[in-house]
């Protein structure tokens, strides 16, 4: 959890808000998804964020952030993990008011579209 003092009093953000707000920002990423299987195995799309795939780390009002993805297959994976990277920060800093240290992305699927 964040905490940082106010004028009139204290702010406290727990960390499911910024894994809520960072897999909003994945959602705004064409061809990218928070990456989760369902019991069968099969790639579900862009859905809410789970806790296994989405790790915040807050130390000094500072975050760190760990997402596994799935991307779609024929992107370029570089390019298009470095713009998830800034689309998170940009999201996370303008919300919470916190520095975001680093986004760390793991692409763990790729999605094969019919």
């Known amino acids: 959890m964040l905490r940082k003092k106010l004028e009139k009093g204290e702010l406290s953000i727990f960390d499911d808000v910024i894994k809520i707000i960072t ?67 940009n999201h996370v800093e303008l919300f919470t008011g916190f520095t975001v240290q680093k986004v760390n992305v793991i692409v763990n699927q790729i999605i094969i579209e019919d």
């Open 23 to 89: 897999g909003m920002a994945i959602t705004e990423q064409d061809g990218v998804a928070v990456s989760t299987t369902s019991i069968k195995g099969k790639l579900l799309e862009k859905v809410k964020p789970v806790s296994n795939s989405i790790k915040i780390n807050t130390m000094n009002e500072k975050i760190v952030i760990d997402v596994k993805v799935a991307i779609t297959y024929g992107k370029d994976i570089p390019k298009a993990m470095q713009e998830l990277q800034n689309l998170i920060k």
